[in-house]
Each structure stands twice: as structure tokens, then as C-alpha cells.
């Protein structure tokens, strides 16, 4: 299968192993039949890409902010002091225990979170030199670096036997995500620059 190959649904194209995933994997647990799920998928994506087709291109502000009223983003401004704001169907991980919110800056980190996450943990050993201090401690910080490029190639390991440790920029591009490292791109062909 190509990486790039794709599944038109109406008026969207859908990544042929996302498609493939969710059909196989997903839907048959939750008793949703595919036809309904990706024709729901399509009608979400068109009410809320257009952003992306406008971006940096508001001109008329004050249709734009009417459309946030609308969609309920904004609402109007109260004087009252004394107001307070209410959740509902909010799980009980979220709302009421504190202890499970521990497990979310690591798992759903960014890479700096991450790093900040582990340096100051007992994830990364403090022998060798390697203790936790409120000064930076330059062994310490490359074992964080190291665990967590390792924990990047096992969860999300990049293509063509290419290693996390080698990557020094991470980038979106046109909704793509683009590795630096210390190899070069060129096309779809990857070489090593020695």
C-alpha cells in the first residue's frame, strides 16, 4: 500500500490506512456501520475546515464574530460579578479525581512537556551522576533526551528505518508533518548526507 494512497468519501479524502483502521478496528466494537460513521466524518469536517481554506484572511471581522455567537463559541458578555460557570458530561477522571490528571502532561505531551516531565521524575535513575537539581544537570538532561527519542520509535516510529535520534526539527507542513535530521529529503527519496 502507497502512504499517500487515499479513500474518497463524498466530497473528502480520507488516508487509506486511517479508513482501513477504523473499519476493521474501530467500528465493528462500537456498532456504528461504516456508511454512517464516514458520511457523519464528512459532514463534520466541512462544517469545521473552513478555517483552513481562509486562513490568515479574516476580513470582515464582524461576520466572523457574529458566526462565533452563532456556533456558540462566544457568548454575550455578562456585568454580573457573581457569575459561575457549569460543566456537564465531563467524566468523573476529569471533574472529580485529581490523580489521573498526573498521566496526561506524559502521554499527551509535547516534546518539551515530555523532557520537563521526565527530568523531574523518578522515570530517569539518579545514579551516574544523574540526580534531580534545580540547576540544569547536563547528564541527566541527555538520558531524558535519549529515553525519549527511544519512546518516540517505539510508539511512533518514523519511515524508511529512520530513528528519532537523528531528527533535529520537527515541522507541519500543509498539514503534513516533516522530519529534519541529519539526513536530507529529496522528493520522496531520502538520502544520507556524510
Same mark, same amino acid.
Do not use: M, P, W
Given at each position: 500500500m502507497m502512504a499517500n494512497e487515499r479513500v474518497r468519501i463524498g466530497n473528502v479524502q480520507v488516508a487509506k490506512i486511517l479508513f482501513d483502521f477504523v473499519n476493521e478496528e474501530v467500528l465493528p466494537d462500537m456498532n456504528i456501520d461504516s456508511d454512517t460513521f464516514w458520511s457523519g466524518a464528512e459532514l463534520i469536517i466541512a462544517e469545521l475546515s473552513p478555517h483552513r481554506m481562509h486562513q490568515g484572511k479574516c476580513t470582515d471581522i464582524t461576520a466572523y464574530k457574529t458566526f462565533l455567537y452563532d456556533i456558540g463559541y462566544l457568548i454575550p458578555q455578562t456585568n454580573d460579578e457573581n457569575f459561575q460557570i457549569n460543566t456537564i458530561n465531563v467524566d468523573n477522571e476529569i471533574s472529580v479525581q485529581v490523580a489521573p490528571q498526573l498521566a496526561v502532561p506524559l502521554v499527551n505531551a509535547r516534546r518539551c512537556s515530555l523532557y =520537563? $516531565?521526565? #527530568?523531574? !521524575? =523518578? $522515570? @530517569?535513575? =539518579?545514579? =551516574?551522576?544523574c540526580e534531580r537539581t534545580n540547576e540544569n544537570n547536563q547528564k541527566r538532561g541527555e538520558k531524558v533526551i535519549s529515553f525519549t527519542r527511544k519512546f518516540l520509535d517505539q510508539s511512533i516510529p518514523? !519511515?524508511?528505518?529512520?530513528?528519532? !535520534?537523528? $531528527? *533535529? /526539527? #520537527?515541522? *507541519?507542513?500543509?498539514?503534513?508533518v516533516?522530519?529534519?535530521?541529519?539526513?536530507? /529529503? *529529496?522528493?520522496? /527519496? @531520502? *538520502?544520507?548526507c556524510k
Open positions: =520537563d $516531565a521526565l #527530568y523531574s !521524575t =523518578d $522515570a @530517569i535513575s =539518579d545514579c =551516574d551522576s518514523l !519511515t524508511s528505518n529512520f530513528s528519532h !535520534t537523528d $531528527a *533535529i /526539527q #520537527y515541522s *507541519i507542513v500543509n498539514g503534513e516533516k522530519v529534519r535530521n541529519l539526513f536530507r /529529503q *529529496i522528493g520522496n /527519496q @531520502i *538520502i544520507s
